[in-house]
């Protein structure tokens, strides 16, 4: 987490345009419909954190498990578990990942000056082996983004640095094993 963490920063300041997103002015608008990996020891983290979540957040929370939202600490208003958010969403949308088949994926994010809304959409498109290989070696890589180039942060070669072996669940999964409609009911 340390080593993403300081890599993105590191983007923060090679690419002025991701400033944009470090205090995002859109609700997450890129975490919607997010389907969130979580690893065990961040689900531990997570569940002795909702305890200390304001009464309607708790409410909010339910309603998003009972309506099985892919991401249930996304509301509409800000994510619930930020400061606690797992690996997984930290980098979001800085990211470019070099997927099976290679199936590039990246996301492209572009605030309007006019509403200050984002508009968010997800890349994906098939490359050459070759190009594959080149994402594997670069810590960033520039990308079409709208109308310009932007650099992101090459999971591909981080994947590479830091291999985990932590056991790790999609959100809906973790639910399923331990409910968090227990832990809301005591707090």
């Known amino acids: 987490m340390e080593i993403l963490d300081s890599i993105i920063e590191v983007l923060y300041k090679e690419e002025n345009y991701w400033n944009i997103c470090r205090q995002c002015q859109c609700k997450g608008y890129c975490c919607i419909g997010a389907n969130v990996f979580v690893n065990a020891d961040e689900w531990s983290k997570i569940k002795e954190n909702i305890q200390y979540l304001l009464p309607n957040e708790k409410t909010e929370l339910k309603n998003n498990i009972d309506k099985r939202k892919q991401c249930v600490f996304h509301t509409d208003e800000k ?3 930020h400061n606690i958010r ?14 099976r088949f290679n199936i590039l994926k990246y996301s492209m994010v572009k605030i309007d000056p006019l509403t200050k809304t984002c508009k968010f959409k997800t890349v994906r498109k098939k490359i050459s082996q070759e ?22 942060v090459s999971l591909n070669w981080l994947a590479n640095s830091c291999l985990s072996n932590k056991k790790i669940l999609h959100v ?15 707090s």
């Open 79 to 81: 994510c619930l578990i």
């Open 86 to 99: 797992p690996e997984n969403c930290r980098y979001t949308p800085y990211q470019a990942v070099v997927g």
């Open 172 to 186: 809906s999964e973790w639910l399923k094993k331990e409910p968090l409609f227990k832990l809301y009911e005591k």
């Open 131 to 152: 190009e594959g290989r080149l994402f594997e070696q670069q810590c960033f890589v520039s990308l079409p983004n709208y109308d310009t180039y932007t650099k992101y």
